[in-house]
């Protein structure tokens, strides 16, 4: 897979773990359906972390749940090297 293909599934599923987080506190306020958390975990494992922890941070939502600032912690970490490893794949093969 080339480093946009890439690049752009690991954007949209950050949008998407963002909006998700908001639109779960908008209807927790609101007293309405809420999203599940199976849901807002899984966008944030699955690559969408950076996308999680700012909702978190922005939304001021979940933060006291420990098993989303993990998830969303290793959500990041996994972003990162994933990104950094499609970047340097060429370097990263020739030294092998």
């Given at each position: ?13 950050n949008?998407s773990?963002?909006i998700?987080?908001l639109l779960?506190?908008?209807y927790a ?15 944030g494992?699955?690559?969408g972390g950076?996308?999680?922890l700012?909702a978190?941070?922005?939304g001021r939502?979940?933060l006291s749940k ?6 969303a912690?290793?959500?990041?970490f ?6 950094t490893?499609?970047?340097f794949q060429?370097?990263i093969?020739?030294?092998?």
């Amino acid at each position: 897979m080339s480093l946009k293909v890439v690049w752009s599934i690991v954007m949209l599923v950050n949008i998407s773990a963002f909006i998700s987080m908001l639109l779960d506190k908008y209807y927790a306020v609101k007293g309405k359906w809420r999203i599940s958390e199976f849901f807002l975990l899984s966008h944030g494992f699955l690559s969408g972390g950076i996308g999680l922890l700012m909702a978190m941070v922005i939304g001021r939502h979940k933060l006291s749940k420990v098993k989303f600032r993990v998830i969303a912690t290793v959500g990041t970490f996994v972003d990162i090297l994933l990104l950094t490893i499609l970047i340097f794949q060429d370097q990263i093969m020739a030294s092998f």
